[in-house]
C-alpha cells in the first residue's frame, strides 16, 4: 500500500496571492498490510506546535476529504483509533498502527498558519450584524472560480479557544454546528450564511480551499 502525503492549505482571512509552500511532507510512504507507518507534516520557517492546531485529512478515489484528526490528536466520532496524531521532531505526526487495504489513500495535512500565512483567497476583511440578523462571508479564489471541486471548509474560531471547523464540502455540517450555519457557492465563491446572528457568534471565521492540483506528489 502507498500513502500520497499532500499539502491542505489552512486559509488565513488574509487576502493575498498565490501562496508559497510553508510545509515539507513525504511524496509517498508505503507499509504492509497489519503495520504501522506515520507521515509527518513540517515548516520550512520553523517548528510545529500544537498551536498550529494540525488536522489530518484522508482522501480516496472518488470521494471528498475526510478529517481524521484535528486539533493535533483529537479524532472525530466514527474514525478508527489506528489513526493517531501527535508532534514529533518539531512536526506534526499522523500514525496509522494495524494498516487496513480500505487505508490506501491521499492523506492532506492541514496548518494554521495566522497571519503569517499568504493566502490565495480573497476574502473581506471584517462584517458586521445585528443579533438576530443575517450576513454572509465570502471566500474567493485569485486563480478563478470557486466550485464544490475545492471543497470548501469554514473555521471558527473564538478568543483564547481553538478553531472549529463548521462547514465542510461547501455545504455539510458537523453534529456541533448550530442550524443558523449554511454554506453554499456564491458568484463563483465560497459563501458563509449567518442567519439569525447571536452574540456568541462574534469571532473570526476561516475559509480553506483544496486545491490538489497545485501539490500533488506521486
Not at 511524496?27 to 504501522?36: A, D, N, R
Not at 494495524?98 to 476574502?123: F, K, N
Not at 455539510?172 to 439569525?196: H, V
Request: charged share 10%; net charge neutral; proline share 8%.
Amino acid at each position: 500500500m502507498v500513502w500520497t502525503v499532500l499539502l491542505l492549505q489552512l486559509l488565513a482571512h488574509s487576502s493575498g496571492v498565490d501562496s508559497q509552500t510553508v510545509v515539507t511532507q513525504e511524496p509517498s510512504m508505503s507499509v504492509p498490510p497489519g503495520g504501522t507507518v506515520t507521515l509527518t507534516c513540517g515548516l520550512s520557517s520553523g517548528a510545529v506546535s500544537s498551536g498550529n492546531y494540525p488536522s489530518w485529512y484522508q482522501q480516496t478515489p472518488g470521494k471528498p476529504p475526510r478529517m481524521l484528526i484535528y486539533n493535533t490528536n483529537n479524532r472525530p466520532s466514527g474514525v478508527p483509533d489506528r489513526f493517531s496524531g501527535s508532534i514529533s521532531g518539531n512536526k506534526a505526526a499522523l500514525t496509522i498502527s494495524g494498516a487496513q487495504p480500505e487505508d490506501e489513500a491521499d492523506y492532506y495535512c492541514a496548518l494554521y498558519l495566522g497571519s503569517r500565512s499568504q493566502a490565495v483567497v480573497t476574502q473581506e476583511p471584517s462584517a458586521t450584524v445585528s443579533p438576530g440578523g443575517t450576513v454572509t462571508l465570502t471566500c474567493g479564489s485569485s486563480t478563478g472560480a470557486v466550485t464544490d471541486g475545492l471543497y470548501p471548509y469554514w473555521i471558527q474560531q473564538k478568543p483564547g479557544q481553538i478553531p472549529r471547523t463548521l462547514i465542510y464540502n461547501t455545504n455539510k455540517k458537523y453534529s456541533w454546528t448550530p442550524a443558523r450555519f449554511s454554506g453554499s457557492i456564491q458568484g463563483g465563491k465560497a459563501a458563509l450564511t449567518l442567519s439569525g446572528a447571536q452574540p456568541e457568534d462574534e469571532a473570526e471565521y476561516y475559509c480553506w480551499l483544496h486545491f490538489s492540483g497545485a501539490h500533488h506528489s506521486e
